[in-house]
């Protein structure tokens, strides 16, 4: 088997990047989650909600990195399927999105006051980072990303980093949209704010629905594979 050349190390390397970028940005979805953290987050000030956004970002980024280098093996060793994953995943994004459909300003799923006292890094992780930000879709396209590594030491390399630096990509605009966010909704007003975070609870609470249905549907084709197409 021939060694590649360089160009077609760069050629894998880009197409590799992209290929993470644009599989995790859309699912993700930073810009649409702007509203949510805002709102999640209305009691910080905004250096406060800034230092939260860089965790977020931070958090997110890690738990992209773990999910496909390692996800894989973890499912595997408590014998879970990505299926369950998202069938548990998107009923916890249900609940959130309930509750701030329900009252966007007082979300149910966090206190207030504790977020407004304590570092953010002790509350950035659940729920700003996972599942909102970073939830079971986003997860399954990591694992599926990591499920099949390159076969030699170089190849593998390369498309570590190209991994690496597309997720980097993804923490870099969560971190923006997410530390800009009241930037963003300024431009509406704060009843078009109030629209936006019900608008986006609501779609919210389809991708959990979604995510669910499709754990669920998964779950019932490997056990009735005749049944179920």
């Given at each position: 088997m021939r060694s590649l050349t360089v160009l077609e190390y760069l050629r894998h390397f880009t197409g590799t990047v992209l290929l993470a970028v644009g599989a995790l940005l859309p699912i993700v979805n930073p810009l649409g989650g702007a509203p949510i953290y805002l709102a999640m987050t209305s009691d910080l000030k905004p250096e406060r909600r800034g230092a939260m956004a860089k965790a977020v970002a931070l958090n997110s980024f890690l738990l992209l990195i773990a999910s496909t280098f390692v996800g894989a093996y973890v499912l595997d060793?408590?014998?879970?399927?990505?299926?369950?994953v998202q069938v548990a995943g998107g009923i916890?994004?249900?609940?959130?999105?309930?509750?701030?459909?329900?009252?966007?300003?007082?979300?149910?799923?966090?206190?207030r006051t504790t977020l407004?006292?304590?570092?953010?890094?002790q509350d950035a992780f659940?729920?700003?980072?996972?599942?909102l930000t970073v939830g079971p879709g986003s997860i399954s396209v990591a694992l599926t990303l990591g499920a099949n590594p390159e076969q030699g030491m170089r190849p593998l390399v390369v498309t570590t980093l190209a991994h690496l630096l597309g997720m980097l990509f993804v923490a870099v605009s969560i971190y923006l949209c997410y530390r800009y966010a009241d930037r963003i909704l300024e431009k509406v007003g704060s009843t078009g704010t109030?629209?936006?975070?019900?608008?986006?609870?609501?779609i919210l609470l389809c991708i959990g629905v979604q995510i669910s249905w499709n754990g669920i549907h998964a779950l019932l084709a490997s056990a009735f594979p005749a049944a179920i197409p």
């Open positions: 060793f408590f014998g879970l399927s990505i299926p369950a916890v994004v249900c609940g959130i999105a309930w509750a701030l459909l329900n009252n966007p300003n007082s979300p149910a799923t966090m206190s407004a006292e304590n570092e953010a890094g659940y729920p700003l980072t996972m599942p109030a629209v936006v975070v019900r608008l986006s609870a609501f």
